[in-house]
């Protein structure tokens, strides 16, 4: 299973982003589809997960308001939309896979795509 995220880049304070997650390969079972984190010198950090059907969602606190998952199961797609954006969501952003749901746990991660805030 191969995993690609992409839509990050250079933004400014406020403006509204949507990251994309590709998955791809041999799909035997896929239960969740989530989103993580990492900024500079901080442990990567859990921002959303999203069950199979799509209505069970989980989000970190320091996502909770501005960022909402969604995944297409028809196109192996996850989404993570994110308002407001703040220099504080400057980060690595990666996908991962759960066999179980949005609760993972986590079986596999893609490569991130970065994300900078600048105020």
């Known amino acids: 299973v191969q995993l690609q995220a992409s839509g990050g880049g250079l933004v400014q304070a406020g403006d509204s982003l949507r990251l994309s997650c590709a998955v791809s390969?041999?799909?035997?079972?896929?239960?969740?589809m989530g989103w993580f984190r990492q900024a500079p010198g901080m442990e990567r950090e859990f921002v959303a997960g999203?069950?199979?059907?799509?209505?069970?969602?989980n989000y970190g606190d320091s996502a909770k308001g501005r960022f909402t998952i969604s995944r297409d199961n028809i196109k192996n797609m996850a989404y993570l939309q994110i308002l407001s954006l703040k220099p504080e969501d400057t980060a690595v952003y990666y996908c991962?896979?759960?066999?179980?749901?949005?609760?993972?746990?986590?079986?596999?991660w893609g490569q991130g795509t970065q994300v900078t805030v600048s105020s």
């Open positions: 991962a896979l759960s066999r179980l749901g949005a609760y993972g746990p986590w079986d596999s």
């Open positions: 999203i069950g199979w059907s799509g209505t069970n969602m």
């Open positions: 390969g041999r799909i035997s079972s896929i239960g969740g």
